[in-house]
Structure formats: structure tokens, C-alpha cells
């Protein structure tokens, strides 16, 4: 009886140290080496609110970046050295695609922390959710930003939205 008691406590041990060793915090890190490419927007979904507004404008909607039309986008990531990459953002108008601006930003932990403001966004530094060789989750959220301080300073944004991408390149 004792052996199946400490057979037992064995076991239990195991799997209270599988437990802990699952719940450790590197979901903080992500592996980068998917990073780089041409990414197409799939899918882009959320909200943002203008302070002079009392409704959210919500919105859903899909791409299919092989066939893109008015609604496509892209983005081309580029590594410029250990944790900088530069983001280049383009839109699909008549039949060719645009360049709409270019930034760079710093990877921080799951943050790509935006050093300028030319093109993708503005308002928030964006937040990988998901970063596999082909898919690429991107969350933007924002609360009272002032989006226009010289013309209209009391002008504020609100919002969060998730942008999901494919690897097309």
C-alpha cells in the first residue's frame, strides 16, 4: 500500500511540474523568422469611435489578396537589423498596387513599437497575436487619441481592430 501511495505522489508530482512548465511567461516572445515577406490582408475586423460621434463604426470584412480589388491591401516587412524592420504599406487601386507609406518600427517583446508615422497607422503601435510561416494577426488598439492637435485639438479616436494577413510572398 505504501508503494502505490508513493507511485501515486509521483505521479502527481510529474504532472504538477508539466502544469508549471506550461505556464511559463514566453508568451511575451515570438519566433521572427516568419516575419519577413509580403503579407495580404484576408481579413480586417473591429471598431473606432470619433469623439464626435456617439456610435462605433464596427466593420468586417474579407480580401482575397490573389484576386484583390478596391478593398486590398498588403504590407512588405523587411529586417533591417536585429529587432528594426521596416513595414511598407500598399493598396490595390485600378489594376495595380500602391504604395500608401512606409515605416519603421522595433519589435518589443510581441509590440512593434512604430518609430515614424508615413502610411499604415498612426494611432497605436501594432501587437502580434499570431505569427506562424503563413498567417500573420495583427491588433491595434487606441483610446482617446488626439489625431489632428494643429487643426482640430480636441479631436479624439478610440478604437481596436485585428488585421489578418497571408503570406503571398
Not at 68 to 93: A, G, H, R
Not at 113 to 138: C, Q, R, S
Request: hydrophobic share 30%.
Amino acid at each position: 500500500m505504501k508503494t502505490l501511495r508513493l507511485i501515486g505522489m509521483a505521479v502527481i508530482a510529474v504532472i504538477m511540474s508539466v502544469n508549471f512548465i506550461a505556464c511559463s511567461d514566453d508568451d511575451d516572445t515570438i519566433d521572427t523568422s516568419s516575419l519577413e515577406g509580403t503579407w495580404g490582408l484576408v481579413r480586417n475586423a473591429g471598431w473606432e469611435l470619433c469623439s464626435d460621434e456617439t456610435e462605433k463604426d464596427t466593420w468586417d470584412y474579407t480580401n482575397d489578396p490573389y484576386n484583390p480589388d478596391y478593398d486590398s491591401e498588403k504590407i512588405v516587412i523587411k529586417k533591417l537589423s536585429d529587432n528594426t524592420y521596416s513595414i511598407t504599406s500598399y493598396y490595390y487601386s485600378g489594376s495595380d498596387w500602391q504604395m500608401d507609406g512606409s515605416q519603421t518600427g522595433v519589435l518589443d517583446g510581441k509590440t512593434i513599437v512604430l518609430k515614424d508615422y508615413d502610411g499604415w497607422f498612426e494611432y497605436a503601435n501594432p501587437i502580434i497575436e499570431t505569427l506562424t510561416t503563413d498567417k500573420l494577426v495583427l491588433r491595434m488598439k487606441y483610446d482617446n487619441v488626439q489625431t489632428d492637435p494643429d487643426y482640430d485639438p480636441e479631436h479624439r479616436h478610440s478604437g481596436d481592430f485585428t488585421e489578418t494577413y497571408t503570406k503571398i510572398k
